[in-house]
């Protein structure tokens, strides 16, 4: 499902606790010609559900699981497990985007912080971002952060929305993907719309 980016350029340290994630990694100690592979379950011999190839990098990790060694990625509309003794932070200084959607219907908001790639698409409409702010952050647990901004739709309407992008793990409904951060957007005239979340960069 490809729809909405958030941006949310505050995103956290390394593997460490729950307020951390979602995060985005790259692979690395993976020979050239070799994979890391994503297991159904966070232990070694579980079934294989695909591989990230040896540079990958952008790699989201969800959640931990309970013992630390191993992060729940999504693959193939499934949820899976790589081993974190692999992968690395991305450097905070670039900008990351959590790709946002919502089913029932189907939406999609692009904000983007610079104003450079935000928009808006359902079935019925396209448009423009304009005048994003970011309202509020939280460092209390679940972590929120809200924003405001305007759709300037191709034919011209502007409506306002607010959005607010909560840490907490949300299901698409459509597949077994898991992602670690909510949104629920309220439109001026309706309706309001909740989705899912998944950081890009």
Not at 45 to 64: I, K, P, W
Not at 109 to 138: C, R, Y
């Amino acid at each position: 499902m490809k729809y909405l980016f958030a941006v949310v350029c505050i995103f956290w340290g390394g593997f460490a606790a729950a307020s951390d994630f979602p995060k985005l990694y790259a692979v690395i100690g993976v020979a050239a010609d070799d994979v890391l592979n994503i297991r159904s379950e966070p232990n070694a011999q579980a079934e294989l559900l695909g591989a990230f190839v040896y540079n990958a990098s952008g790699v989201e990790v969800v959640t931990l699981s309970d013992d630390g060694k191993w992060g729940q990625v999504n693959v193939n509309e499934r949820v899976g497990w790589a081993a974190v003794r692999y992968l690395t932070p991305l450097s905070d200084t670039a900008p990351f985007f959590a790709s946002c959607f919502g089913t029932e219907p189907f939406w999609g908001l692009i904000l983007d912080e610079t104003g450079v790639a935000s928009e808006w698409s359902s079935p019925e409409s396209k448009g423009k971002v304009t005048d994003l702010e970011t309202l509020m952050t939280t460092t209390v647990m679940p972590r929120t952060f809200a924003y405001a901004g305007k759709i300037q739709g191709e034919n011209g309407r502007v409506r306002k929305f607010d959005a607010l992008m909560t840490h907490k793990i949300c299901s698409d409904g459509m597949s077994d993907n898991l992602y670690g951060l909510s949104i629920d957007l309220s439109l001026t005239g309706g309706p309001n719309l909740a989705g899912c979340c998944t950081l890009q960069r």
